[in-house]
């Protein structure tokens, strides 16, 4: 394959875990904003920063305020990590990577992108505001069916499945980055109302309270969310899932090679030296230092990822 | 339907429909208007989905736009369609020897038949090609002929595509909407299939690998980019035969071969389908600005490491100065009379012609040399008095770089308007592939039709449309 393609795709499916986790972001902090009576701005500020365009926002805005904070992330254009943006730039890279993806795929691809421009052309009303973000996850979540079901297990779906599980790893672990403190054992006493506001708002940001309510019930507290989020294999957004499964997809493109491409060698350390540990290690270590050494080792193996691949030389 | 002086292929004179349409017609008959008007609005929404949309050149921050598609088929008879495609082969076998021979001894130039001045003053001509044998023996590889219709058998050639001819994913695509949209015609009417021409193409192709490829020949279509208006195309084709479509900059010489960058290094190429002009496929040879081709890539097609197809200089055949000499180059090249009839064309750069084209302005079609999708030409008819004028000084300033020819009463095909069937005139590019194996002609090809009542633009960025054409199995 070439690199360029690989590259192509690699993105695209980067861009379109994009679009769908920031419209789950917008998602959490609406329905943080209209079920809670105080403090109402200060959860976009968490939300922004979360979706890692707080810094750019600022720029163009003086204060954070729940319309502007809405817009910016869902359809502003000169926010390069806007649901339409991520869309648009999905599309774009589906587009040059045209012959390696099936004609569903890029039919789902560029339906989503008709829909997302169509929705997106005029500033949202909050009435309308969960009707458009459905609509939007659908779009995205199409394209991921559509992968599943007609795309060959080659090394073009181990690109698509690399560029996906970087980017949800990157968002999981900014969920944690920019919350972490309501996840500290110090953080008050378990099941204070404020703190089962912010524990909901991060498993609802992740699509992960299903799960979490099956495994531990109601009465379980900061320990074992952050248990759950970073070290449970079978959570599919949990750090310790995206990390095996790009162990998975690297080792597959390498194929039957000898010598071990870096990027195996660090995503493989990213496993063992920080995913297999027991909670209780991560809290002693500290979890703001450990999510941050994650976040570090995320953009490396990234950026190693197109040196081995040959991505532009 | 309104009447018209041209031709109509569907209905005569006396509006009695003509055998190719008849078992359309009985099923277009029964049919309700505005069923077939959602089925219009389904066609266009099936474009859009599928990304078959074009850029137009000069507006970068245009929208995608859709060239639009009229749901009656041109249909052909097989035998109209026999002659025709007997023509075709013998024009494309001519212009093949044609160029071998430009490039070579130029033995149509020492008997006379085309003057030196054509080759040697020719932009089209590429000094870089002189004495080389492209492998196979193949210069055109794909090539479209442009036909218009007059009457019942009368075909004209208007001109003749041995670069880079494009469009013929709208002829796959424009059959399988209609194959989608109308599957009950196709079991009424026997269509002759065009969808093995992906196959085809691929075939041929590889057959046409340079002698030193033992493996299966490793194909790639190169395309300048997906900003490049044709972008949808290079990509439809390079997926549909199944091979790497690449840029320029995933290109580069590697020890004697041209090699693409893969994930896991460098894979030479036997065989390129590009869709680059000569001017840009060579930054060390041509045009030193170039971003698109490949530096040193004619260094290695001349050592024979590499086919490019079509090859490099093939311009100088669809020339439309060197049009006019058509009949004379297939004659010279077969021994036979030509089987397709050339327009009467006028050479401005001759003295006698000139003069002739500037009498007669009016009555003519005046195209410039070098151009291409119906921009910077006249149609003497439909001008104004002070376009005219205008064009007399243009003329008269560089007359080497026009040729003109009469107005031609080309056919109409009905199209399905707001108020029913209407007849618009047509034109018609068969598709035709050639490799050591022989000429092999897609029975179909693309139809384009001038949407405007009573136009005779057929060209896409002009408000030109596109039909299915259909070759009946007789």
Redesign the interface.
């Given at each position: 394959?070439?690199?360029?393609?690989?590259n192509g795709l690699f993105w695209m499916y980067r861009y379109l875990e994009r679009a769908e986790n920031t419209a789950r972001l917008i998602e959490t902090g609406e329905r943080i904003a209209i079920t809670r009576l105080e403090d109402r701005d200060e959860e976009w500020n968490s939300v922004l920063q979360s979706g890692g365009v707080l810094d750019a926002y600022f720029q163009v805005n003086e204060t954070v305020s729940k319309d502007a904070a809405i817009n910016w992330m869902l359809r502003s254009k000169d926010n390069p990590s806007s649901v339409l943006c991520c869309i648009e730039t999905a599309r774009?890279n589906a587009?040059?990577v045209?012959?390696a993806i099936t004609?569903e795929v890029?039919?789902a691809t560029?339906?989503a992108y008709?829909d997302a421009r169509s929705l997106l052309t005029r500033r949202v009303n909050e009435r309308d505001l969960p009707k458009v973000l459905r609509s939007l996850r659908q779009g995205t979540a199409l394209v991921r069916g559509m992968t599943h079901g007609t795309m060959m297990r080659n090394?073009v779906y181990d690109f698509a499945r690399i560029g996906t599980f970087l980017e949800r790893a990157d968002n999981t672990a900014r969920i944690l980055d920019v919350k972490y403190y309501v996840l500290l054992p110090s953080a008050g006493s378990v099941g204070s109302s404020i703190d089962n506001v912010q524990w909901e708002s991060i498993l609802r940001s992740l699509s992960a309270r299903g799960g979490f309510r099956m495994e531990y019930g109601h009465g379980a507290g900061p320990k074992e969310i952050t248990q759950y989020l970073v070290l449970d294999k079978r959570m599919p957004r949990s750090l310790a899932f995206c990390a095996s499964k790009l162990c998975d997809n690297l080792r597959y493109?390498h194929g039957g090679q000898r010598k071990q491409l870096p990027s195996f060698k660090q995503v493989n350390l990213l496993e063992q030296k920080y995913l297999k540990h027991d909670i209780e290690a991560i809290f002693d270590f500290g979890l703001h230092e450990f999510v941050q050494e994650i976040l570090d080792q995320l953009r490396q193996i990234s950026t190693q990822v197109e040196i081995d691949?040959?991505f532009y030389? | 339907m309104a009447k018209s002086d041209s031709f109509d292929e569907m209905l005569d004179r006396d509006d009695s429909v003509r055998t190719p349409y008849k078992r359309f017609n009985e099923w277009f008959c029964k049919e309700d208007a505005a069923r077939l008007r959602s089925k219009q609005r389904e066609a266009d929404t099936l474009f859009r989905l599928t990304g078959i949309t074009f850029n137009v050149y000069g507006r970068p921050d245009a929208e995608e736009r859709l060239i639009p598609f009229d749901i009656i088929p041109r249909i052909i008879s097989g035998s109209e369609w026999y002659r025709l495609s007997r023509g075709i082969d013998q024009r494309v076998r001519a212009i093949n020897a044609f160029i071998h021979d430009i490039y070579h001894k130029q033995e149509i130039v020492k008997a006379g038949r085309v003057p030196v001045d054509m080759i040697n003053g020719n932009e089209a001509f590429l000094p870089e090609m002189i004495g080389v044998n492209p492998p196979g023996g193949i210069y055109t590889h794909i090539v479209g002929i442009d036909l218009v219709r007059t009457g019942p058998g009368d075909f004209y050639v208007l001109e003749d595509n041995a670069r880079t001819p494009s469009g013929v994913s709208y002829m796959l695509e424009n059959r399988e909407t209609m194959l989608q949209m109308f599957p009950e015609l196709f079991s009424q009417n026997r269509v002759q299939p065009v969808q093995n021409y992906p196959v085809n193409l691929r075939r041929s192709l590889a057959a046409c690998a340079p002698d030193m490829t033992n493996n299966e020949p490793v194909v790639a279509v190169l395309t300048p980019g997906i900003f490049n208006s044709a972008y949808f195309e290079h990509a439809f084709l390079a997926d549909q035969m199944g091979v790497e479509l690449v840029e320029g900059h995933d290109l580069k010489v590697d020890n004697g071969r041209v090699a693409m960058r893969t994930t896991r290094g460098y894979k030479p190429i036997d065989v390129l389908y590009r869709r680059v002009d000569d001017e840009f496929l060579d930054p060390l040879n041509f045009n030193p600005e170039s971003q698109l081709g490949v530096p040193g890539i004619m260094d290695v097609y001349r050592a024979g490491g590499i086919t490019i197809a079509n090859a490099p200089g093939t311009g100088i055949a669809d020339d439309k100065a060197i049009y006019s000499y058509m009949p004379e180059i297939v004659e010279f090249y077969t021994g036979e009379r030509p089987l397709l009839k050339n327009v009467p064309t006028y050479r401005c750069s001759e003295p006698s012609g000139l003069q002739y084209v500037l009498d007669n302005l009016k009555d003519l079609v005046v195209k410039e040399v070098h151009g291409s999708g119906g921009y910077g030409m006249l149609i003497g008819p439909a001008s104004s008095k002070k376009e005219l004028e205008s064009f007399r000084a243009k003329l008269k300033a560089r007359p080497g770089n026009y040729i003109a020819q009469p107005t031609l009463s080309l056919s109409t095909v009905p199209i399905f308007s707001r108020t029913g069937l209407a007849p618009r005139h047509v034109d018609l590019r068969p598709f035709v592939l050639v490799s050591p194996a022989g000429v092999k002609v897609t029975p179909g090809g693309l139809t384009r039709v001038a949407l405007k009542k009573g136009s005779l633009v057929v060209n896409s960025s002009q408000g030109g449309g596109t039909k299915d054409t259909w070759v009946l199995e007789d």
């Open positions: 394959m070439l690199g360029k393609t690989a774009h587009r040059l045209r012959t004609g890029w039919e560029n339906a008709m090394e493109l691949f040959r030389e | -």
